[in-house]
């Protein structure tokens, strides 16, 4: 074979190897989990454990809003305000928000006194 079709087979070789690895690459962009009803109960959760703390940083919120009664919203600081669902809708949502340090209170609008926790970011 001449250089020339040894140079063309290294370069695709090289090219394939960067495109796989690039497609190849996880998600690194964490979930978290958020339900709201059926009863009175709201939820977020982080690999299956209720949010606590969380590092700074971009997250994907999957929020499974299961009452037409509820909502899911979150307040933060610097007056940060996110509704991820409204009263009356019924089904899920995803968003990627970036949270940055501070106190976060998640809660259903609706019934906020009874219907909410906090986690802290760093």
């Avoid at 606590?52 to 600081?77: C, E, M, Q, R, W």
Wanted: proline share 5%.
């Amino acid at each position: 074979m001449s250089r020339a079709i040894l140079a063309v087979i290294a370069a695709t070789a090289v090219a394939l190897a960067i495109v796989g690895a690039a497609l190849s690459r996880p998600n690194t962009t964490p979930t978290l989990n958020g339900t709201d009803g059926p009863g009175f109960t709201i939820m977020l959760k982080h690999s299956g454990a209720p949010v606590k703390t969380l590092k700074a940083g971009t997250y994907k919120f999957v929020i499974n809003d299961k009452s037409s009664f509820h909502g899911f919203s979150l307040d933060g600081p610097h007056g940060f305000a996110k509704d991820f669902t409204k009263i009356t809708f019924v089904g899920t949502k995803t968003s990627v928000v970036n949270l940055k340090a501070g106190k976060y209170k998640y809660y259903c609008p609706n019934h906020e006194s009874t219907m909410f926790a906090h986690f802290t970011v760093k």
